[in-house]
């Protein structure tokens, strides 16, 4: 079994405004049972929007799809009944229920929405290699650039060298959190 290869994409339907609870619980719970081969990446789909209010411009998230949550994984038993018992998952989209395992998103579908998010399928440490410029595209230090200065590939973590106050200073962040410049 080649995990590579195994591991696709999943539509998991939640309470709508439960799912930021979801992914922090479905990420502790594949944490708790041991399932880091099996689960992934777990993302809410959304997007920034940028308002203006009393003439000061603030960026609002918004959620592409309310009520969903993405999640990459290889759908083996345990991770299947994981993630359907998560407190919050009402189920998978693409599944007929009466104990059958859901479809996967496609491969061009999950490129679009990824995209519009300015991320990849592809993002793992794997992917990046020391030296590479970067961008911060997610977290407390988005829309900051710098180089790659280690990277766990153990613990799926990069460190970035970002300027900050005029001083290099090593930031930890996830590759899914980070886009190559060219």
């Known amino acids: 079994m080649n995990p590579e290869v195994d591991k696709l994409w999943y539509v998991v339907n939640t309470y ?32 920034t929007e940028v308002e203006i209010k009393n ?14 949550v993405l999640v990459e994984m290889i759908m083996s038993d345990e991770a299947w009944y994981a993630v359907r018992n998560t407190p919050g998952v009402t189920g998978f989209i693409g599944s007929s229920g009466k104990g059958a395992k859901p479809t996967p998103v496609t491969e061009a579908e999950i490129e679009k929405v990824l995209g519009l998010m300015g991320m990849t399928t592809t993002e793992s440490a794997g992917a990046l290699e020391l030296n590479d410029k970067v961008r911060v595209i997610e977290g407390p230090f988005k829309g900051m650039e710098g ?10 973590k990069i460190t970035v060298s970002i300027d900050l106050f005029g001083q290099e200073t090593p930031v930890e962040v996830e590759p899914n959190q980070v886009s190559k410049l060219s």
Not at 32 to 47: A, K
Not at 147 to 156: A, M, P, T
């Open 147 to 156: 180089n790659i200065s280690s990277i766990d590939e153990e613990n799926n």
């Open 16 to 47: 709508v405004g439960h799912e930021e609870s979801v992914k922090d619980r479905l990420m502790m719970r594949t944490e708790s049972m041991n399932l880091q081969d099996h689960i992934f990446r777990v993302i809410i789909p959304e997007t």
């Open 55 to 68: 003439g000061e411009k603030k960026e609002k998230k918004k959620k592409m799809f309310p009520g969903y």
